[in-house]
């Protein structure tokens, strides 16, 4: 995870990328592994991460999931130089560091530094005005806010509609050092663009088919390819998020004119859904056709107030 590494003030943050035939070399200019980062590769469980620092994973299982693509990893960084090789003697393998002896050529050798910089910037409002606090179908949504983001690659400008909140976690669904976690929820503008993630927690996680896609604080899979079904922190935010997508639908007149785009169906994208994420389907599906009328009013252009369904609170 490059984004949450240590810099050095004086030099402008790089990661290269190199896949050959034979490897795949990642490497950036961070201040290096500490002793403690080296303890929690070689342990279960344990990270220097935390919640607090916004860092993507505290999970103590990132590193572990690398083993899904290799079965010898190797870390160089300043004087630490260390592999694994799985399948090893035994488990323990997995956890076992191996010191490197001869550093590889793919490594020693210089090459020339190219630099890719993806540009983010807020480009204007969107319909939904800003919200400190709504209730609406027994959710809780606090600092409610969108904005319109371009984004700039070198594959040209995508235009989405982002949408940001926090909700309270209760204590009864996870202990948690800060009682609030935010949802994130974006849906792309340009009507060709194609999504190939729709699950985030901070990196991508999996494909489901939406025309949308939501980044939350969910407890992953070893991995990393799909969120944990049976941890019920997870149900929460995703029962959170069906509530959300249609309070976003009912209440940006932008989002409301392309409703068939957005909505996602069981039947049309039930190859890449377990029943886990199907409940999710059902849940929008449901509220959608409970408000179907109010949508229908607004959009043949009747004025029609929200509060019989919604909870304002500035």
């Not at 590889?104 to 319909?127: F, M, Y």
């Not at 600092?143 to 976690?169: E, H, M």
Request: one cysteine or more; glycine letters at 4%; aromatic letters at 10%.
């Amino acid at each position: 995870n490059a984004e949450d590494n240590t810099y050095d003030c004086t030099i402008v943050p790089c990661l290269r990328i190199e896949l050959n035939h034979d490897y795949i070399l990642l490497s950036n200019n961070e201040q290096g592994l500490r002793a403690t980062d080296v303890l929690a590769i070689c342990s279960l469980a344990v990270s220097t991460k935390n919640i607090e620092q916004k860092h993507i994973g505290e999970k103590g299982v990132g590193f572990k999931s690398v083993f899904a693509a290799s079965d010898q990893p190797m870390l160089i960084s300043h004087a630490w130089k260390f592999y694994f090789k799985v399948p090893g003697v035994d488990a323990m393998s997995y956890i076992t560091p191996l010191w490197v002896e001869n550093i590889p050529e793919c490594i020693s050798n210089r090459r020339e530094e190219k630099i890719i910089i993806i540009e983010k910037q807020a480009i204007g409002p969107t319909k939904l005005d800003i919200q400190p606090n709504v209730i609406f179908e027994n959710c809780n949504f606090m600092n409610l806010t969108g904005s319109i983001n371009q984004l700039c690659t070198l594959t040209g400008y995508n235009t989405f509609r982002v949408y940001a909140c926090n909700v309270d976690v209760p204590s009864s669904i996870e202990q948690r050092r800060t009682p609030t976690t935010l949802l994130i929820m974006a849906f792309p503008c340009e009507k060709d663009y194609y999504l190939t993630r729709n699950v985030y927690t901070g990196l991508p996680v999996c494909d489901l088919g939406f025309n949308f896609m939501f980044n939350a604080d969910f407890h992953l899979v070893t991995s990393r390819e799909n969120v944990r079904e049976n941890v019920q922190f997870n149900a929460y935010l995703r029962d959170n998020l069906a509530v959300l997508f249609v309070y976003l639908i009912l209440n940006d007149s932008d989002l409301r004119k392309d409703i068939s785009r957005y909505c996602p169906s069981s039947d049309t994208h039930q190859v890449k859904h377990s029943s886990w994420w199907l409940v999710m389907i059902d849940r929008i599906n449901a509220l959608i056709t409970k408000y179907l009328s109010v949508l229908f009013d607004i959009k043949t252009g009747e004025h029609v107030h929200l509060k019989h369904m919604i909870q304002y609170n500035p």
